[in-house]
């Protein structure tokens, strides 16, 4: 299939996350009626007794709307833009990684030599299908960057012949978005390919807790299809489930479901929900644990042919890992002092897995004093080493200096530009089959022949144009001074092994209407 042959050419390793609430003015979607790109003159009609035809035609009845014109291109972002909302911090970072990205390409000579210019429509959590209604009657000319979590709503309409708007999101979450036959990611999550890296990584270094592992899933559709593919694909992987739970969007009982895992005896946790409830159950876990009894087992007798211990010697090589009582000579009580390299945290029984919404700059020192044994995933190289990565600085460049210099990045801004950057590819394309034209239809045929892409280094490489995801992973943990990597344990490089992508069976038709395209199915 495919597949097969386009994973024989992504083992390359490859060069490369929202908790602030973006405060729109007045909370309202800005006005978008901006220039026509063509408005025909209407000749006032000369009076004449003949009868006259009072049907308007309809290519005049209206100006035509395309969002582009010989100097300006304009897109849409959709996010969760609206302070307050109990499921989602919102998603500001995309907002702020498309500005920044304009400013980029304008400041470089444009798109195509016009200038780009980027629209926000506030889905507001709930109103996501409003959203694509309001963008499909706008006067812009594609969807670029766009984050929101019930990203699924509405897509109906954004594949109708009467809209059909190029869609290049940071990410496709629902199953039904991963399906449109019109978007495309750079680094795309499929629904019928998934990740199984981290949970065979896990099973092979923590073998005893791999065959007790748990899970919750929040009650919303699009946790729980994202999470039926997480455990199938991990399960494949080497993980057994032995506890899953679903958990209210608010006011869950934490403290009840750390519990529930104690009782069950699980050892391993994975999460694919946010990182704030991740902290919840994480702080009651460490609850738990400092009410359970602790015990002074007794030493082994030693057997009397056992010689006495010898006293330690001074001599000793430097850099001995272990004493005669086999800990480690370093004292835990002491601190690293600065600029001293922090060591990599020692593995436990357990283990907590998480994905990329884990992986936040600010989050990394909270969270490291009640999860030593956290693990992150991630598809890309991470922030703590940009090396030579051009994209990688100019996303943070721009957002810093052109934006806002108090913005923090993370993953989802940083797969906003990489799909604004997949979408400047498309449209060069368009521009150069076509010798200069530039549609929408133009754009996604073009868009349609990517299927070789590594986001100009961001990361791994991938098939946007049927929807197979990179097989690269990294995996982090959080450390009082900030994340470390932990496998692989070379910086500047990832995991590709091409069987790290399994293909789901029992999960892979969740959340997708048969009646609609499916992009997947092109692909196989």
Known sequence: MRLARFLKLAIAPFVLTVALALVVTACKTPDLQGPVVSSPELATPTPTPEPQDTVVPGPTAEPIRSGVSDAVIRIGVIADSSTGNPVTGGSE???????????????????????????????????????????????????????????????DLLNDQSCLLPDFPAAALSPARRSSPVTFVSN????????????????????????????????????????????????AGGLNFA??????????????????????????????????????????????????????????????????????????????????????????EVEPQEGEAVEEPADGPTFVLCGADCYSQSWAAEVAELGSDLWVS???????????????????????????????????????????????????????????????????????TITEWDGRGLHGPTNP??????????LMSPTPSGWIRRHPATPGTMDCDPDNLVELVESATLGVDPSQPNTDEASS
């Open 93 to 155: 970072a995309a907002w702020l990684a498309m500005r920044a990205w304009a400013q980029a390409v304008n400041s470089s000579g444009g798109l195509g030599g016009r200038d780009v210019e980027v629209v926000l429509f506030d889905a507001n959590v709930f109103d996501h299908r409003a959203a694509i209604e309001e963008a499909c009657e706008s006067d812009i000319f594609a969807l670029v960057g766009s984050y929101a979590l019930f990203d699924g709503d509405g897509v």
């Open 378 to 448: 991630i598809g890309v190289l991470p922030f703590e080493e940009p090396g030579d990565n051009v994209e990688l600085v100019r996303y943070v460049l721009f957002l810093r200096e052109e934006v806002d210099e108090e913005a923090e990045v993370d993953l989802i801004g940083l797969s906003s530009w990489a799909s604004a950057l997949l979408f400047e590819e498309a449209v060069n394309r368009a521009m150069f089959t076509s010798g200069g034209g530039l549609t929408r239809e133009l754009v996604i045929e073009s868009a349609r």
């Open 465 to 474: 144009a049927e929807g197979i995801p990179s097989p690269c992973f990294l």
């Open 243 to 332: 506890f899953q739970a679903t958990a209210d969007v608010i006011d869950e009982d934490y403290d009840a479901l750390a519990s529930a895992m104690l009782e069950a005896q699980v050892l391993g946790i994975t999460w694919s929900a946010d990182r704030n409830r991740l902290m919840e159950l994480l702080q009651a876990r460490a609850d738990l644990f400092e009410q359970l009894p602790t015990f002074d087992f007794p030493a082994p007798e030693e057997e009397p042919t056992t010689l006495p211990e010898e006293e330690p010697d001074d001599t000793s090589e430097a850099g001995s890992d272990e004493t005669g009582e086999g800990e480690p000579t370093a004292d835990p």
């Open 188 to 235: 795309p999550t499929s629904n019928t390919v998934w990740q199984a890296g981290p949970a065979q990584f896990m099973s092979e270094r923590f073998p005893v807790a791999a065959a007790a592992v748990g899970t919750v899933v929040l009650d919303m559709p699009v946790a729980f299809y994202r999470a039926q593919r997480d455990i199938e694909a991990a399960t």
